[in-house]
């Protein structure tokens, strides 16, 4: 199983980005993927989540609306849109998979990507 994260950079404030989470050797129609981010000196935090066997979606406060995930079945890969970014949101960014009975907590996926940094700053 490989998870490959890519799409960050550096943005300025307000700007956008996304993320791709390129997935293979995996089922992708039953998995649920999880976004989460980590600044230097701060715990991991779990920003969203898709599950695709019902397309529930998931959002952690600091992101939501401002940020969407989604997912493309032919290319099984997950993204993440992000808008109006904020220099609080300066972090690596990991994608995951598994089956999440709770989707913010890391320890319940199975699967991870490497990171990918976004730095937001003028």
């Known amino acids: 199983v490989q998870l490959q994260a890519s799409g960050g950079g550096l943005v300025q404030p307000g700007g956008s980005l996304r993320l791709s989470c390129a997935t293979s050797?995996?089922?992708?129609?039953?998995?649920?993927f999880g976004w989460f981010r980590q600044a230097p000196g701060k715990k991991r935090e779990g920003i969203s989540c898709?599950?695709?066997?019902?397309?529930?979606?998931f959002y952690a406060n600091s992101v939501k609306g401002r940020f969407t995930v989604s997912r493309d079945f032919d290319e099984n890969t997950v993204y993440l849109q992000m808008n109006d970014l904020k220099p609080e949101d300066t972090a690596v960014y990991f994608c995951?998979?598994?089956?999440?009975?709770?989707?913010?907590?890391?320890?319940?996926?199975?699967?991870w990507g490497q990171g990918t940094q976004v730095t937001v700053s003028s």
């Open positions: 050797g995996l089922n992708f129609d039953r998995y649920a």
């Open positions: 995951a998979a598994g089956f999440p009975t709770i989707w913010a907590i890391g320890d319940e996926y199975d699967y």
């Open positions: 898709i599950k695709n066997h019902d397309g529930s979606t």
